[in-house]
């Protein structure tokens, strides 16, 4: 029984007249991990999850959660599973109090005993008496997260979670879900933020247009990605990008500046270069990291599929 | 959210009956300023209603409008026939259209439907709340309107409508009967109230449309050379009630009535139901 992989989804495919929002893929979440779905938006994330609630019906394809599939368990395939889908969604004109309360009425077992607990956790104790319509989208979302862990989860799904946050909100949205990995529990996570998903995840599926163009490891992930990228900005760009090009970097040029990739160590000794030939240095920063590049790379590229040097079948390496 | 996470444990929960999630959506029902706005009016505004009838001519165009004086039997059985007209269907849709429709208005179904109960128990629990909630107005209008009625006019003999008179004694169950026979319609535009809630997912189709059809069904109702159609309207079982006012009772028309509302109810329930079982859950 331990081998039973947390999810399960096997040549998935769901379509809308005419839109195929998931195109026959395969996700496999083991348990334990921290596992991102990384996509644009209308990459097909949200459709794939509604699909792992039952939510929505796939056309083909299989989907186990901890080896329970709607088909065959219905409403049971849910058991030890929690999550939102989208920003989470409660009755206004009640407290959020009052909305954990009918949520763990629909959850039984000790649900209803844990809302203190999880308000406190999501740090919503203060305002739990307010109405939920009163609250900030931030606080929302925190709701959100709380009438999840009301379910005492094993599988604990969240659709970009970070989204509409401010970035201290952000910061604790990550520090929490970080802590409830590091509690034993399985996490699916799905963002379009490449690094949230860096940050936080063990493994990634990369989506585009309703396909997977790459899963596997963060670390396989960094092994593919190219060298960071920095903006030099000088007052003689055109002398800055000579300099760059006899010390082996790709050098674009941009509208501000010189977009400047390669090895940190020889983009460190440009900016010396540039600063003993006596150009005056603007600028200096860093572009999308290495891994965001990446991302880029593999969702906007051409249709057909994945950047030279990754396998279309398995989004691996060639 | 800085508090220290608990371990997690094993998932291991008994999922909830269908009785737990009745009750969940009957705390909900009685959360909303609506419904207890509408429980309380179904006992004032009979009061207002006989009151105000009680200082005005009577209208003599009316079924029993020429007898709201002379007996307080007569009262109720004339705001029945105004009720029927469009304020039972209002009354048996201001729930149970919008019951289903809210749950998209606010984007939860996906916040329930991620929860320990099936899609069925969600439907029966909200059908049979709605079922439930419109019975509870429909009585407590009816007693408001006999009570005060009794009160204000008081308890004469009531004219029968083939002009016998019948006396206080048997008036008083004749008209509870009277009112009894709303009972059918008023589920059957229950069940009509929660398919347009479930299939448009818009609240305001969802209480709006059960009156205009109402309606509708009395207009066609009216027109001659409609017989046959006309029993299968789901307006004309409000009217049965005239049988049993008559010096020589008739009860078939109650007996087709509810037959007819009963499959009203059941098309419907049955529509609505596999509807929501198969819909995709996007919005929200």
Not at chain 1, 7 to 25: D, E, H, R
Not at chain 1, 115 to 127: K, N, S, Y
Not at chain 1, 197 to 222: F, P, W, Y
Not at chain 2, 183 to 200: H, K, Y
Request: with cysteine; hydrophobic share 45%; net charge positive.
């Amino acid at each position: 029984m331990s081998d039973v992989l947390a999810v399960n989804a096997v040549n998935l495919t769901k379509a809308y007249g005419s839109l195929t929002a998931v195109n026959n893929i395969t996700v496999q979440v083991a348990r334990g991990e921290v596992y991102g779905v990384l996509g644009p938006n209308g990459a097909g994330k949200t459709t794939f999850l509604r699909m792992l609630f039952g939510l929505i019906r796939p056309d083909s394809g299989t989907l186990e959660v901890f080896g329970r599939s709607w088909p065959r368990h219905g409403v049971n395939s849910l058991s030890g599973v929690a999550g939102f889908i989208e920003s989470p969604k409660f009755y206004p004109a009640l407290s959020g109090r009052r909305n954990l309360r009918l949520l763990a009425g629909l959850d039984g077992g000790d649900a209803a005993d844990r809302v203190d607990d999880v308000l406190d956790m999501v740090g919503l104790t203060a305002r739990q008496h307010d109405k939920v319509r009163g609250y900030s989208f931030g606080m929302r979302q925190r709701l959100g997260v709380a009438s999840a862990l009301l379910r005492n989860p094993r599988l604990l799904v969240l659709d970009e979670p970070a989204n509409g946050l401010d970035p201290a909100g952000i910061r604790d949205m990550r520090a929490l879900v970080r802590r409830l990995a590091d509690t034993g529990l399985t996490v699916l996570l799905s963002s379009h933020d490449m690094g949230e998903v860096e940050q936080i995840c063990d493994n990634v599926t990369i989506m585009k247009a309703g396909t997977v163009v790459h899963h596997g490891s963060i670390a396989a992930l960094r092994e593919l990605a190219p060298e960071q990228a920095h903006r030099i900005s000088t007052t003689d760009d055109d002398r800055a990008a000579e300099l760059a090009r006899a010390r082996g970097l790709e050098v674009t040029t941009a509208d501000d500046g010189l977009d400047v990739r390669g090895p940190q160590k020889d983009v460190d000794a440009l900016i010396a270069d540039i600063v003993d030939t006596g150009i005056a240095l603007r600028g200096l920063t860093r572009d999308e990291t290495p891994l965001e590049a990446l991302f880029f790379m593999l969702t906007e590229s051409a249709p057909a599929g994945p950047p030279a040097g990754l396998d279309a079948a398995t989004g691996g390496r060639r | 959210m800085t508090a220290a996470v608990p371990a997690v444990a094993p998932a291991a929960r008994r999922r909830p009956g269908t009785a737990t999630v009745l009750r969940w959506e009957a705390t909900k029902l009685a959360a909303q300023v609506r419904s207890r706005a509408l429980l309380i009016g179904a006992v004032v505004v009979p009061i207002a209603v006989v009151l105000i009838f009680n200082t005005q001519l009577p209208p003599k165009d009316t079924i029993y409008g020429r007898h709201i004086h002379t007996s307080g039997y007569a009262v109720p059985l004339f705001v029945l026939a105004f009720a029927h007209q469009w304020v039972l269907p209002l009354l048996a849709a201001l729930v149970a259209g919008d019951i289903f429709a809210n749950e998209d208005q606010h984007g939860t179904w996906k916040t329930i439907l991620t929860r320990s109960v099936s899609r069925t128990q969600i439907f029966w629990a909200k059908t049979l709340t709605a079922v439930g909630f419109n019975l509870l107005v429909l009585v407590l209008l009816a007693a408001s309107t006999i009570t005060t009625s009794l009160l204000v006019v008081g308890s004469q003999p009531l004219p029968g409508l083939s002009g016998q008179l019948i006396p206080a004694g048997h008036a008083l169950p004749l008209v509870i009967a009277s009112w009894a026979t709303a009972v059918a319609p008023v589920l059957g535009f229950t069940a009509l109230a929660i398919l347009l809630s479930v299939v448009t997912r818009n609240p305001t189709i969802g209480v709006a449309s059960p009156v205009v059809l109402g309606m509708i069904m009395q207009l066609v109702g009216s027109l001659g050379g409609l017989n046959k159609a006309r029993r299968l309207l789901l307006t004309t079982p409000f009217e049965t009630w005239h049988g049993l006012l008559t010096a020589h009772p008739f009860h078939a028309p109650v007996t087709t009535g509810v037959i007819v509302s009963a499959g009203w109810l059941v098309v419907c329930l049955a529509i609505a139901y596999l509807y929501l079982r198969r819909r995709d859950i996007t919005g929200g």
